[in-house]
């Protein structure tokens, strides 16, 4: 059964626990103050991301991207690195997770 959910969080700075319900095999996260995005798909290593910015620059990120957590209780979800360019302190970013 496929699992999908989106949500808001405020940006620290630092890593931020996202609890979902499930472990996500695509995760997406927008910085809408900000000019970056990062996508994650379960082909991709824990901490990985590829990162696009509005400039036009992309990248794929070795760490501070995204990793799944869990399985198991109400860890299941994914923790957003601490990336300086989509988690800024103060700025907020909209997720999108999605598992098949």
Known sequence: MASFK???VEGT???ISIACGFVPSYVKIINVDGDAEIAWTEDLADGEGYKCLTGGTNALMATLGITPTG???SNNGFQI???TDVNVSGQTMLWIAHAE
């Open 71 to 73: 399985p198991g209780g």
């Open 13 to 15: 700075g630092a890593t």
């Open 81 to 83: 690195g601490a990336d």
């Open 6 to 8: 989106t949500g808001t």
